[in-house]
């Protein structure tokens, strides 16, 4: 008798999109200035390590970004967009309440008839979407999917708050995820822990023709801080483990891009080399969702990352939740 041969899924493409305004911290700081708050390059970079961020355009939402990110992925792939039978967006800044910004992506791209649906986990949503495709390609449900992190933060900041304004970047970025005979994605794993809602949020929702509530991001930075950074370390551990392989298997390692002393903290526990960790929050602030396949293409583009690289995949963020996907690219 033979053995069913097991199904697998391989990312085959990247790609990525930034907004063309670009925003130093000296020029967001006299942008604020004006409106009597301050704050300095130096106190930025130094809590966060973040130069700089990218602003949409008033009129360009999560979708514009999106499907320019999906495009690049799909050319990097060699996949036609009418052969894809699974987009997911993973977004906190929709373009609509409803429909999802997956079925806006799926117009843009001049097709239609494949499932299309967003994931919200805020800055984890990426490590979500790609871990519920891959889970859809291994049972048959989908053969090559578009998995995508598009946001427009810069829409729910308070720029009133220096606290989080200066945090805080728009982008997308996208993979394009084919079944495969080998394994490509290793081991994944989701957590969440509601108890956490408060320390980071934006509580406002639509009701009766009205926003109730404030509808700007709200964040307890020190709490999220504490928890970010235990939860990043037990959750590689465990995937890790999960996959049979060590800290020292790791090529590269993408947290989520939140803050240059989480991602520094990070790697530390985890003994790896600083040269392993991928860092852009520098040049794009925390886009959230969006930030790890930000990372990832930019490293495959840069030459950096190379198909056999064993890449690690980390996200934090509101819910609280957490999770990790550990690859072969
Ligand atoms: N410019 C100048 N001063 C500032 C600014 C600013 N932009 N923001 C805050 N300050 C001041 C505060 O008012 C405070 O002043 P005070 O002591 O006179 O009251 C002082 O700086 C220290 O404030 P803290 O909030 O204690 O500063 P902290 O060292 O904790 O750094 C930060 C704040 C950067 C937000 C940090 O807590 C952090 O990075 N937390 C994690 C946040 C994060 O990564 N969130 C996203 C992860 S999850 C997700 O991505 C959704």
Known sequence: MTSPTLRHSRIT???????????????????????????????????TGIRA??????????????????????????????NIDLIIVAT???????????????????????????????????VYALTVADSMI????????????AEVFSRILDFKDRGTCVLFGDGAGA??????????????????????VEILCVPGN????????DPLLKMDGPAVFKLAVGMLYDVAKSVLEKAGRS???????????????????????????????????????????ASIPLALDESVRSGKIVRGDTVLLE??????TWGAVLLDL
């Open 138 to 149: 291994r049972t048959g449900a989908a053969s090559k999917a578009l998995v995508i992190g």
């Open 206 to 213: 639509v009701s009766g023709g009205q926003v109730l509530g």
């Open 247 to 289: 800290d020292a298997d790791i090529d590269w390692l993408i947290p989520h891009q939140a803050n240059i002393r989480i991602l520094l903290s990070t790697a530390k526990r985890l003994k790896l080399p600083l040269d392993k960790l991928i860092v852009t929050v520098d040049q794009h602030g925390n886009t959230s969702a």
């Open 92 to 126: 906190s800044t929709p373009d609509m309440v409803f429909p999802s910004t997956a079925c806006l992506v799926q117009r843009k791209l001049g097709v239609a008839g494949c499932a299309a649906f967003d994931v919200q986990a805020v800055c984890s949503g990426f």
């Open 175 to 196: 993979v394009v995820l084919e079944a495969s005979a080998t394994p490509g994605i290793l081991a994944s794993e989701l957590h969440a822990d509601g108890r956490h």
């Open 13 to 47: 493409g990247t790609g990525s999109f930034l907004p063309p305004n670009r925003l130093t911290n000296d020029a967001l700081a006299a942008q604020l200035a004006a409106d009597g708050i301050e704050t300095s390059d130096q106190w930025i970079v130094e809590r």
């Open 53 to 82: 961020r990218h602003f949409a355009a008033p009129d360009v939402t999560s979708s514009d970004l999106a499907v320019e990110a999906a495009r690049h992925a799909l050319a990097a792939a060699d996949v036609d967009a009418a």
């Open 315 to 320: 996200g934090v963020g509101g819910g609280f």
